[in-house]
């Protein structure tokens, strides 16, 4: 798999990551029946579109995309569907989040 079919796929495991998280509040602690599977089947299909990007990414930045891309976009789950504002802090953290996932991938190198 070339790179940039690598980070595509990678944007699919960060939206069934997304996706996943979101059906894991609205499972209400796994007591309703179809987002807790919505939950199950979304993390299966992400851990599955993430073993296929480092099959070309290392494993680190893979992870690493990965997960500050899906507490971004899990963030911003929050405030559309949910309603919950973040503060001060939570947006420095985000910017800071940011700035390392393109630090890691545009001039990190691994070997």
Same mark, same amino acid.
């Given at each position: @798999?070339?790179?940039?079919?690598? !980070?595509?796929?990678?944007?699919?495991?960060?939206? +069934? *990551?997304?996706?996943?998280?979101?059906?894991?509040?609205?499972?209400?602690?796994?007591? +309703?029946?179809?987002?807790? =599977? =919505?939950?199950?089947? &979304? #993390?299966?299909?992400? @851990? !599955? &579109?993430?073993? +296929?990007?480092?099959?070309?990414?290392? /494993? *680190? /930045?893979?992870?690493?995309?990965?997960?500050?891309?899906?507490?971004?976009? &899990? #963030? #911003?789950? *929050? /405030?559309?569907?949910?309603?919950? @504002?973040?503060?001060? !802090? &939570?947006? +420095?953290? @985000?910017?800071?989040?940011?700035?390392?996932?393109?630090? /890691?991938?545009? #001039?990190?190198?691994?070997?």
């Amino acid at each position: @798999m070339a790179n940039i079919s690598a !980070y595509l796929v990678l944007i699919v495991a960060v939206v +069934l *990551g997304t996706a996943a998280n979101g059906f894991a509040k609205s499972a209400q602690g796994f007591t +309703l029946l179809i987002p807790t =599977l =919505l939950t199950a089947v &979304t #993390i299966v299909a992400c @851990m !599955y &579109t993430l073993s +296929l990007v480092m099959k070309s990414i290392p /494993v *680190g /930045v893979t992870y690493a995309s990965f997960a500050g891309l899906c507490i971004i976009a &899990t #963030i #911003i789950v *929050g /405030v559309v569907k949910f309603n919950q @504002m973040p503060d001060l !802090y &939570t947006i +420095l953290g @985000m910017v800071l989040i940011i700035s390392g996932v393109l630090i /890691v991938n545009l #001039i990190g190198k691994t070997s």
